[in-house]
């Protein structure tokens, strides 16, 4: 299982994943800053707000670039969408902790749980959502 974990190609679709994060949290961070900034949402919201709208286009361009995937949406998408809530409840715990409690700024706290999100969305959509089944060969 640790070579798999290390295989060329795990590591070429986590930098394919990591590219199309950076298109959807540049999504989420302009939605962030605008909501706080211009419109006076508390960070904890306005992260989630940014997640949700940045979560559609991170699952177009996972489903089409990353994992080029042949799944129906109505399977691939809903398998997507629990790996994604899972990772807005632990954004907005990360965010709620750095913000409202630590006081921490939010754009750092948000880097924080951008990075820790990262982690858990790649191995769920990786090793979950995406997943081509395996065709196992009979013996004869």
Not at 68 to 84: G, Q
Request: aromatic residues 12%; proline residues 1%; glycine residues 8%.
């Amino acid at each position: 299982m640790f070579r798999q974990i290390l295989s060329i190609s795990v590591i070429r679709k986590f930098a394919y994943f990591s590219g199309v994060g950076v298109i959807a949290t540049g999504i989420q961070y302009v939605i962030l800053i605008v909501l706080v900034q211009g419109v006076g949402v508390p960070p904890v919201r306005a992260s989630a707000i940014g997640f949700v709208i940045s979560a559609v286009v991170n699952y177009m361009l996972n489903y089409h670039v990353t994992f080029e995937s042949r799944k129906a949406h109505s399977e691939a998408a809903t398998k997507f969408m629990v790996i994604a809530a899972l990772g807005l409840i632990v954004n907005s715990l990360i965010m709620h902790v750095g913000t409202d409690i630590l006081r921490i700024h939010y754009i750092f706290t948000q880097l924080v749980a951008t990075g820790s999100v990262l982690i858990w969305n790649f191995t769920g959509n990786y090793l979950w959502s995406f997943r081509e089944k395996i065709k196992r060969r009979t013996s004869r």
